[in-house]
């Protein structure tokens, strides 16, 4: 790579774009500089300010983003992200570009086999949008210890084991910093959030009815409202809302139930999809053997163990958990499919982006995508709360 040059410090810069040494104090950096948004910033963000204001806005392009894994997934997450004007992205990603990524990655070439996955990406990344400040890092993610994903305001790992999730997920929570984890095998994908605690607001026209601090659900409660007139000189009179949602880390729900509304009648559990089963299944197995299931006849045996009794755990119909469904997950297990890594890619960005302004609801807290059914239903799976009933204290 001509344009690359090695500094003494270890850190490099292609175009730009930053180079392993300290990714984060680099970004704390960058984002000192930052000023209040500029109105070229506004003509060049123009569609999304209506959307979501301009205050939204600048809290978008001071933040800074670490994103784990450049894969198919990522390259949607990535383009969303730095299309929509945030002021910092980091990639982490140790591993180099094999013709297999080839297929759904849009970013990288055959010419960059061998090479880096990050830093082969990298440039295309910047092309995107020149304002965004770029990173790359190159180091084996479990060698960062908890101080590392500190500057960072949210922090995505994708394509990942559950052991290597859970282990990112700690060191978040020890930095108190929202963590997503996501991945996708053929025409099926996740989205998991944990938002520690979170509070977004919600506008809506003012009701005759008082809003009352309350628990909504065992994990959101509306937490304070004021009214303001309409700013379309309607004369309506509108209501902010905030709510709280709290959230668990993925080890704790990697093993809970289903919310008890699920499970309250025949007709909601044929409702609930086979994939949580095969999903928690697949990272057992993980576990057990430290590889995806291969076509041998041990592996599936071992694999359709594993789905059996963990569907029995989550209290699911026995007929639900389909020798058909189980056949197609593992023959998508490990391919990428652009269509599937465009949706996900694009719901998790998003999310990522009203967290970072406090709006709208979050995903609560895990998303699972069917690309065969066309349907992504969202579980909150969490310990078992006590109910909360009545005002809150």
């Keep these: 790579m001509e344009n690359f040059q090695q500094i003494s410090n270890g850190i490099g810069s292609l175009n730009g774009t930053v180079f392993n040494g300290d990714p984060a104090g680099d970004t704390i950096a960058s984002m000192a500089q930052a000023q209040t948004i500029s109105a070229e910033e506004i003509a060049l963000y123009d569609r999304q300010i209506r959307l979501w204001g301009v205050k939204a806005q600048e809290k978008l392009r001071t933040a800074n983003i670490l994103l784990i894994n450049i894969k198919a997934l990522a390259n949607e997450v990535a383009k969303n992200l730095v299309l929509a004007g945030i002021g910092s992205l980091t990639i982490n990603d140790d591993q180099p570009v094999v013709d297999n990524d080839l297929g759904s990655q849009f970013f990288i070439s055959e010419q960059h086999i061998g090479m880096n996955r990050a830093i082969a990406a990298a440039p295309q990344i910047q ?10 890092d190159t180091a084996p993610i479990l060698s960062k210890d908890p101080a590392f994903f500190a500057p960072f305001d949210i922090i995505i790992a994708t394509e990942l084991d559950l052991d290597t999730l859970s282990t990112i997920n ?9 963590f997503y984890a ?3 095998h053929g025409f099926y994908g996740y989205i998991f959030a944990d938002l520690i605690i979170h509070d977004y607001v919600i506008e809506r026209e003012k009701s005759n009815i008082p809003t009352i601090m309350r628990a909504e659900t065992p994990t959101r409660s509306i937490i304070a409202s004021s009214t303001k007139r309409a700013e379309n000189n309607s004369g309506k009179l509108v209501e902010t809302v905030t709510k709280r949602e709290i959230y668990s880390p993925l080890i704790l729900a990697n093993s809970s139930p289903l919310p008890p509304e699920h499970l309250s009648s025949r007709r909601r559990k044929l409702q609930i999809t086979s994939l949580l089963t095969c999903l928690r299944a697949l990272w057992e197995f993980q576990k057990i053997s430290g590889t995806m299931p291969a076509h041998s006849h041990a592996d599936l045996e071992l694999f359709t163990t594993l789905a059996t009794e963990k569907h029995k755990e989550l209290q699911l119909l026995p007929e639900t958990l389909r020798s058909e469904f189980l056949r197609s997950f593992l023959q998508n297990l490990g391919s990428e499919l652009a269509p599937v890594t465009a949706f996900l890619g694009g719901q998790l960005a998003q999310d990522a982006i009203n967290v970072l302004g406090q709006r709208e609801q979050p995903i609560q807290n895990l998303l699972l995508f069917d690309g065969e059914e066309s ?18 204290p």
């Design 170 to 178: 700690a060191s978040c929570r020890l930095c108190n910093r929202p």
């Design 182 to 184: 996501a991945g996708t």
């Design 127 to 136: 092309k995107l949008n020149p304002r965004v400040s770029l990173h790359i």
């Design 375 to 392: 349907k992504g239903p969202v579980y909150a799976l969490h310990p078992i709360f006590p109910p909360l009933d009545g005002p809150l």
